[in-house]
């Protein structure tokens, strides 16, 4: 059984009349934040909207939001802290507001553009029990930071670089309903994914101190300079973990996957699980593409021996983060969530 294709969001869409809706969304300071919605049409399509608050705040489009969010919602928006440096808080009061919440919904659907990506794991997770459709929403920027200019004007000395995406690491952090103590006695293998914030891995190896690291390096569909930009970024840890992370005859990691189409990703994922979960305990940090955390969010439903650790980013390069022109809206459904992750399961030899 196969994941649903990730397609364009076509602005002509009709939805149907007789399901109703909750959505999901986050404030952010890009101006991506809002781009899907003024797509819609200034009718009530959704019963209910929830929106995460960053804490420590951002700078934010909150105002912006909900001034597009109002026209199509049938009630007042639901604002939820979503703490960045303690997401345990907000996993346990999300987790008793959301039976009230899906009362009588039929769909769901997440903005992910913007969000967290413990935020995206954690939120997906928390509806894995749940009976109604699931529709993912992404909106993909032209460009973003740090561009193709900027990195190889910075690349002899990045560690001091002010174009980059991130900067530094607050804490490591997990939450009670992704972690898992399951071989905890056994050694631990870590599946990380690359970015251009190399001080996550480090502060994510000095708090695990894992036995494996196995890397995954992001392949976007464009921009692909920057496959090969993440991988000297790591190319030190890579080396000190060589012999689980193979190069190829160019010197690419053979280990990719795309940050726009997450199947390529869960499928890694479970591959990588069924070679090795017999003997190490194994530990996902999605530290790459918001939809290889989708990826890494449908997997954990599916083998919830796996344990979940993030790495925060201690604060984020706000001007120029992402460019004002937009690649394209992208769009995925689940019909049935639960039903559908328990089969897809069961199809790939998992526990779920």
């Not at 939820?80 to 440096?85: K, N, Q």
């Not at 009362?103 to 995206?120: A, P, T």
């Not at 193709?148 to 690349?155: P, Q, T």
């Not at 869960?266 to 591959?271: A, E, N, P, S, T």
């Amino acid at each position: 059984m196969t994941l649903p294709a990730i397609i364009l969001w076509d602005s002509s869409t009709k939805w149907e009349d007789s399901k109703r809706r909750l959505l999901f969304m986050a404030e952010g300071f890009e101006g991506r934040t809002t781009e899907w919605l003024q797509q819609l049409d200034h009718t009530p399509l959704f019963e209910r909207v929830v929106v995460f608050k960053y804490v420590p705040e951002k700078q934010s489009r909150l105002t912006e939001l909900l001034k597009e969010i109002l026209p199509r919602t049938k009630s007042e928006p639901r604002l939820i802290d979503f703490h960045r440096f303690d997401p345990s808080r907000s996993e346990l009061e999300l987790a008793a507001l959301l039976d009230g919440l899906l009362r009588d919904i039929d769909e769901v659907v997440i903005d992910i553009s913007v969000m967290s990506k413990m935020l995206i794991m954690m939120l997906v997770f928390l509806l894995k029990d749940f009976p109604m459709d699931l529709r993912i929403i992404y909106t993909e920027p032209a460009d973003y930071a740090p561009t193709r200019d900027a990195y190889e004007a910075n690349k002899a000395n990045l560690e001091n670089a002010l174009c980059l995406p991130t900067f530094g690491v607050h804490q490591v952090v997990r939450t009670p309903a992704l972690s898992s103590a399951v071989m905890q006695r056994s050694p631990s293998l870590v599946i990380a994914f690359m970015s251009f914030n190399e001080q996550l891995i480090r502060a994510l190896l000095s708090s695990i101190n894992p036995s494996r690291l196995l890397m995954i390096n992001g392949r976007p569909p464009r921009l692909k300079w920057r496959e090969e930009a993440t991988l000297f970024i790591h190319r030190n840890v890579v080396d000190e973990f060589a012999q689980d992370n193979e190069l190829d005859a160019e010197r690419h990691l053979k280990r990719t996957t795309s940050t726009l189409d997450y199947r390529e990703t869960f499928d890694l994922l479970v591959k990588e699980f069924l070679e090795n979960c017999y003997y190490n305990r194994i530990i996902v940090a999605p530290t790459g593409s918001k939809l290889q955390a989708l990826a890494a969010g449908l997997f954990k439903i599916c083998a919830p021996e796996v344990h979940v650790e993030y790495p925060t980013p201690e604060s984020f390069f706000i001007e120029g983060y992402s460019s004002k022109k937009i690649a394209g809206i992208h769009h995925v459904c689940f019909p049935g969530f639960a039903r559908f992750l328990k089969e897809v399961a069961e199809s790939k030899g998992l526990n779920g």
